[in-house]
């Protein structure tokens, strides 16, 4: 009964959004493609209480990195910081280059393999930006492990199976 | 189920199927281009969906809603009138293929019986419908981040009250998918149908009416829980085990099909086997699935086919084999309808037991008696063992029967097989108590324990 437009168009289950890939989580908690940006949450790797805030524009490719409270990352000289490539290495092990690539609009070219590959080929030039909203995403996703477990039924989730076996 | 069965089902397809699934095809390419401005052929197609519900409760309504999106001046209630009319034809496909499906296994199916009571306005749902306004108007290829960035405040508020929980999670899901595609003009194939559906039931679940979250229990049943299989769903933020299970009442009435379910909030980077990690409030029945136990179930609340798990009130008990239960009880079981709002197509997921078929195409199809049956080999769940080649390799297989885009489908909820000339079986909740296999658990430790670093990092950061 498909047509001939494309056989996705009358199914109502299919995989749109493929399962992040697992990664380890220590230095780099949070990454997402949200906002127009990727953007994300790396931990500072001399103080436990201190985390940065790291982002890079879709289009423009505007970066910038600051900690949490908007003070800017001292490793910003010019170039991209050693924060926004564990983002980028660690946004292409979850999405894939090729997500990445397209969400950012830049061409990835054949080999690219890595975010920090793959930041080489932006047009980069620094923009500051407000940590907050990207810190305020990531207090979000964490929220979302302070919900207790629940017996609520949600039929909505048939439309979601879970997928993935023997990746 | 058997060859002849499969013939039946195959023979015997509803009347009118073709065309609802038409006219909701239409209104899905509508919903692509948007409501702001309706071009012609899409005005046809949102006058068919009205002219589907013509002689209905929704047929002025669906009218009315009509000429207002043509007219160009579509308000909240008339796209509430418009989903409400492409969920009664997905609903009515879903009764006739339920029917059909019911009459060829020879299943009895309770009715539905009517509760629920309306709620207090919320908040969280005025949002979702402005939100769901919106996108109705942008149309698929009109989404863009400023849009998704907005869904922020009503996914928020809804996750803050209970009872809206269904909406939260759905527009979570829909947004994620969205965010995955944007921009949309681009996508090689826009899942229109997919979108539609998620569209339209939280358009339903943002209305302010029946609360379906807070539906009473109506009975209560103490008995012996057999367990079938478990379904796994996931996306992004939430995961869901249901339990297919066969109770058999301790009044010595006759056993019936149930289903209990379980779920947790959770983020994107927490997947596979870790699931079940989140469930770890339910150990009672974790234990009784990775172990093929049955349950003695005691004064457990239920709804329906529905039972509201309660783990203080159950008991695991004797090992139960599911491929037993199944060829003993399933033929005769009791099935429970469910609400009439959440009728679609895809809620339906009858247990079934397949054997002696021959497996084709890697196991995309089996063949029973000559009778073919799809396989749908995309549902096997990361959490748990079951794998394509397990399926391709298997003799008997309990499954659920699904329906989607016109055909039917076996889901595997475990397998028999035979695998280097040994007999080994399979079931997706085999790892709930935690991974048997040494080389998945070994893949796991490697990534480490996400669960863990997050919930340090929400010590650390999110009580300040």
């Known amino acids: 009964m498909t047509d001939a437009d494309g056989a996705a168009r ?27 940006r990727l953007q994300g949450v790396v931990s500072s790797g001399s103080d436990i209480e201190r985390v940065y805030v790291s982002s890079v524009t879709a289009g423009s490719h505007a970066y910038h990195c ?14 991209p910081c050693k924060h926004l490539e564990s983002l980028a290495d660690e946004a292409v092990l979850q999405y894939g280059v090729d997500r990445v690539a397209r969400y950012l609009r830049v061409d990835a070219g054949d080999g690219t393999q890595t975010g920090v590959e793959l930041l080489s080929r932006l047009d980069a030039r620094h923009e500051p930006t407000s940590a907050a909203v990207v810190f305020s995403r990531f207090l979000r996703h964490l929220a979302y492990l302070e919900f207790p477990a629940s017996t609520t039924v949600l039929p909505e989730l048939h439309w979601f199976p879970s997928t993935g076996a023997g990746r | 189920m058997l060859g002849t069965q499969l013939a039946q089902l195959r023979d015997s397809t509803p009347t009118g199927l073709t065309d609802a699934d038409d006219v909701v095809a239409g209104f899905d390419d509508a919903l692509l281009r948007g409501f702001a401005r309706v071009g012609e052929q899409d005005a046809t197609a949102l006058t068919a969906l009205a002219g589907a519900v013509a002689g209905t409760p929704l047929g002025e309504r669906g009218a009315e809603a009509v000429g207002k999106v043509t007219a160009g001046s579509v308000g ?70 400023e849009l998704l960035s907005a869904v922020g405040t009503p996914v928020e508020a809804a996750l803050a009250e209970p009872e809206s929980r269904r909406l939260a999670v759905l527009l979570d899901g829909l947004a994620a998918e969205l965010r995955a595609g944007l921009p949309v003009a681009t996508m090689p194939q826009v899942p229109v149908r997919r979108w539609a559906d998620l569209w339209a039931r939280g358009v339903l679940l943002a209305q302010d009416g029946p609360a379906p979250a807070t539906v009473t229990a109506t009975e ?30 301790a009044d010595a009435t006759a056993p019936r099909l149930v289903r209990v379910t379980v779920g ?32 003695a179930v005691i004064d457990l609340p239920a709804q329906g086919g529905d039972l509201h798990w309660v783990d203080g009130q159950a008991q695991a008990g004797e090992p139960a084999d599911p491929f037993a239960t199944a060829r003993v009880l399933l033929g005769t079981a009791a099935a429970t309808a ?41 549902r096997l769940p990361a959490s748990g063992p079951l794998t394509p080649a397990l399926v391709a390799a298997s003799s008997s297989c309990l499954g659920l029967v699904r329906w989607d885009d016109g055909r039917w489908l076996v889901q595997p909820l475990a397998v028999q097989a035979t695998v280097k000339r040994r007999p080994v079986e399979a079931h997706n909740g085999d790892w709930a108590d935690g991974v048997t296999d040494p080389k998945v658990a070994k893949a796991e430790a490697r990534s480490g324990d996400a669960v863990a670093v997050l919930r340090e990092r929400a010590g650390r950061l999110l009580r300040r």
């Open chain 2, 220 to 249: 209560r049943v103490t008995g012996r829980l057999l367990p079938l299989g478990v379904d796994v769903h996931e996306h992004e933020t939430a995961v869901q085990v249901q339990l297919h299970a066969i109770l058999e009442p």
């Open chain 1, 66 to 79: 600051s900690t949490n409270n908007n003070r800017p990352c001292g490793g910003l000289r010019g170039a």
């Open chain 2, 338 to 378: 469910i609400p009439p709002l959440d009728r679609h197509p895809v809620a339906i997921a009858e247990p079934v037991l397949l054997e002696g078929y021959v497996v084709h195409d890697g196991g995309l199809a089996v063949d029973l008696d000559g009778h073919r049956l799809a396989v749908a080999l995309d």
């Open chain 2, 264 to 295: 947790a909030a959770k983020v994107a980077t927490i997947g596979g086997p870790a699931v079940w990690r989140l469930l770890s409030a339910y150990p009672v029945l974790l234990t009784a699935i990775a172990q093929r136990r049955a349950l």
């Open chain 1, 10 to 36: 009358r199914r109502s289950v299919l995989a749109v959004v493929p399962p992040a890939r697992p990664r380890k989580l220590a230095k780099v908690p949070f990454v997402e493609l949200a906002d127009g």
């Open chain 2, 76 to 145: 909240q209630e008339h796209l509430a009138a418009l989903a409400g009319a492409r969920t009664a034809l997905l609903g009515a496909t879903h009764d006739a293929l339920l029917d059909q499906l019911d009459t060829a296994l020879g299943r009895h199916r309770t009715p539905w019986a009517p509760t629920g009571e309306a709620g207090d306005p919320s908040p969280a749902r005025a949002a979702a419908r402005s939100w769901l306004h919106e996108t109705a108007l942008a149309g698929w290829r009109g989404v863009d981040h």
